[in-house]
């Protein structure tokens, strides 16, 4: 996130980076105008600054949801290190307020002072040898009308000589009471999506509803991912956001409170990222110093918990001061710190390793008690009675099916069970996760109401809507009708692979290249069931006699293809005398494409994309038609130019 300050000379003499200490993040660029940067070590005087924590920008906006208060997180940072200790004061100023309005030609209202609170009366101390204050609280009490912005101004004063920076001596937070967030519970077993917002919107899970009650199918969203870092300045672990997450948390009040506004939780996920600070190494103080940090960005930005994933955090055998060795109960004790400074918080575990996973006990509190859920991250794997290796952790509390639902995974459902939610329901686990959807591509209900008909008796319905990542509005994809895929497409092929036949006439294979390019042309077969596809491959004086068939899912939205003969073969056509469309059945000398019932389970299956492209992936292996065919056993080669493209996926874009 990015902001300019207009600094006046004396502030020049120490540029410094917001991601500093314990209550600092986001790597909020300070952007200097031009000034004679040669006259900087003749300016004397220490100056201070007011800023807000968690990197947030002047105006970013708290909002306040129902009767519930929100807050705001303040500190004072000087332009050099203090030589004594020195007293800071804020206090709520409704005329600094007046002043920001001549000065910026706006008319924001003040907040209600008598709902407004500064921590210890306002009063913070920078000590000697620091430049930085602690950081002090903002009460906001619920108080102005719902649906109105309001702005709060604070400003500071401090003492033995420091001088104010005139453009940073006052701070504006907006306020903006909302309705209360309604309740999405449809269930024993919630629902939890991460959503990995480098690539896509978290507001594309709040466009399944349930057909039955219209409440969300999501109960909580989890933005993948912030990290957890060392701070180069400080040594101190410290949240960073890349600019993807920053986005986000910067247009809160355009992506976040909307999914709140359904009843969808939004949670972040703070994620190892290569270094020692993760969650399993925090000493004591670390811990609690980490735990505010969070808290400064859960109460900023409307958060509604953490998600913690400690896989990529990278532990040296000798700790740097500040840090232990890696161990669950350190990432217990950070839990404990967590649970203690935000009662009212989701926190949620993502457990790949046992080790990395909080355990144990801290001051009389299990892991189980002081986390809200735990989830097993191998996807596609059903863990039952794995809750069992963490202290005091109840079923009701872990989700051991966790399903990855992207292209990685044939349109992310491969492996997927309703039996296994079944039995997930039945032993009483009280978490369903999902993780990395990609509504751009594909639809998702009839996979969504696979599991909401076990888990709530209920169907899913989607808007048809989904949102691209930076977008606010959202865009009408194209509907998965059987009349969609009906027309002439242009296909390419994600590679190739070439087939010569040697001089005792058998197939081989040759060489990778690049896609195949072709045209086809999907006509009706019977009506909402199935079509001829013409055109298919680089034989088009076969295909375009001699079509495939494929089949129409209506509960899909799909479109298959399954292995099939599409010529017989006969007398008046021997070059075409049996045509495949198969499996890949082996290499080098038995290269070549088979169909027989045995393979009926392979198929490529695919939809009309979001973007109105139509994506097949093939389910097995290889795809492609085969011109050869099989007499008494023995494989015979029609007469024909034997250079031959057998391709892996496709995607088809209307003409």
């Not at 101004?153 to 009471?177: C, F, M, R, W």
């Not at 217990?332 to 203690?340: D, F």
């Not at 058998?506 to 013409?534: H, L, M």
């Amino acid at each position: 996130m990015k902001y300019m300050n207009n600094i006046k000379l004396g502030l020049l003499a120490a540029i410094f980076a917001c991601a500093g200490t314990v209550l600092t993040s986001c790597e909020d660029d300070i952007t200097i105008n031009a000034v004679d940067t040669g006259k900087l070590d003749t300016v004397d005087g220490v100056y201070g600054y007011v800023k807000s924590a968690a990197g947030a920008r002047e105006l970013t906006p708290i909002s306040l949801f129902g009767d519930r208060a929100g807050t705001g997180h303040l500190y004072f940072e000087l332009s050099k290190v203090a030589e004594k200790d020195i007293t800071v004061t804020f206090k709520v100023d409704a005329a600094a307020l007046e002043a920001y309005n001549t000065t910026h030609g706006t008319s924001y209202t003040m907040y209600p002072v008598d709902k407004l609170s500064l921590a210890n009366g306002g009063t913070v101390t920078i000590k000697a040898g620091e430049k930085k204050s602690s950081g002090v609280e903002l009460t906001i009490n619920a108080g102005g009308s719902i649906g109105g912005t309001f702005a709060v101004a604070v400003s500071a004063t401090a003492n033995d000589g420091v001088e104010i920076s005139a453009n940073n001596q006052t701070y504006v937070y907006l306020v903006k009471p909302l309705a209360a967030i309604p309740d999405s519970k449809k269930g024993d077993v919630r629902t939890f999506c991460f959503v990995e917002v480098n690539n896509e919107s978290i507001l594309n899970c709040g466009e399944y509803t349930m057909k039955g009650s219209n409440k969300p199918f999501f109960d909580v969203v989890s933005i993948f991912a912030a990290n957890i870092n060392v701070d180069s300045e400080t040594g101190r672990a410290h949240i960073f956001c890349n600019d993807q997450v920053s986005f986000l948390l910067k247009n809160a009040d355009q992506i976040i409170r909307p999914l709140q506004a359904k009843g969808i939780k939004v949670n972040m996920t703070i994620l190892g990222n290569h270094d020692e600070s993760g969650m399993s190494s925090l000493s004591k103080e670390a811990a609690e110093d980490f735990a505010k940090e969070l808290k400064a960005y859960a109460d900023i930005y409307g958060l509604d918990g953490f998600d913690f994933d400690d896989e990529y955090s990278k532990y040296p055998e000798n700790p740097s001061p500040g840090f232990e060795e890696q161990s669950s109960a350190n990432y217990c004790r950070l839990m404990y710190e967590c649970r203690k400074i935000m009662p009212d918080k989701l926190l949620g575990i993502y457990e790949y390793l046992l080790y990395d996973a909080p355990n144990g006990s801290v001051e009389g509190k299990s892991a189980g008690e002081l986390v809200d859920y735990m989830c097993y991250g191998t996807y596609q794997r059903y863990a039952k009675g794995r809750e069992e290796n963490f202290t005091g952790l109840p079923k009701s509390k872990y989700g051991p099916y966790s399903l990855k639902i992207n292209n990685e995974y044939n349109g992310g459902w491969s492996g997927f069970n309703q039996e296994t939610i079944q039995d997930l329901k039945d032993a009483g686990y009280g978490l369903q996760v999902f993780y990395n959807p990609e509504p751009r591509i594909y639809s998702y209900d009839h996979y969504f109401t696979a599991v909401s008909k076990v888990l709530y008796n209920d169907e899913v319905e989607w808007t048809g809507k989904y949102y691209n990542r930076t977008d606010f509005t959202s865009i009408q994809g194209t509907k998965l009708a059987y009349e969609s895929y009906l027309g002439e497409w242009a296909a390419t092929s994600s590679n190739s692979l070439y087939i010569y036949i040697d001089e005792d006439n058998n197939p081989r294979w040759w060489d990778w290249s690049g896609s195949q390019k072709f045209n086809v042309r999907i006509e009706e077969k019977e009506a909402g069931k199935s079509y001829y596809i013409y055109g298919w491959g680089t034989y088009p004086e076969i295909t375009e006699k001699y079509p495939l068939v494929a089949e129409y899912d209506a509960v899909k939205g799909y479109i298959s293809i399954y292995p099939q003969v599409i010529h017989e073969g006969d007398a008046v056509d021997p070059e075409t005398w049996e045509v495949h469309w198969g499996t890949y059945a082996g290499s080098g000398a038995n290269c070549y494409w088979r169909a027989y019932p045995q393979y009926a389970n392979y198929a490529i299956e695919g939809s009309i994309n979001l973007d109105g492209s139509f994506g097949l992936v093939g389910v097995g292996n290889r795809w492609g038609l085969d011109p050869y065919h099989e007499v008494d056993g023995t494989l015979v080669v029609p007469h024909m130019d034997v250079k031959y493209h057998i391709t892996e996926n496709y995607t088809l874009v209307k003409n």
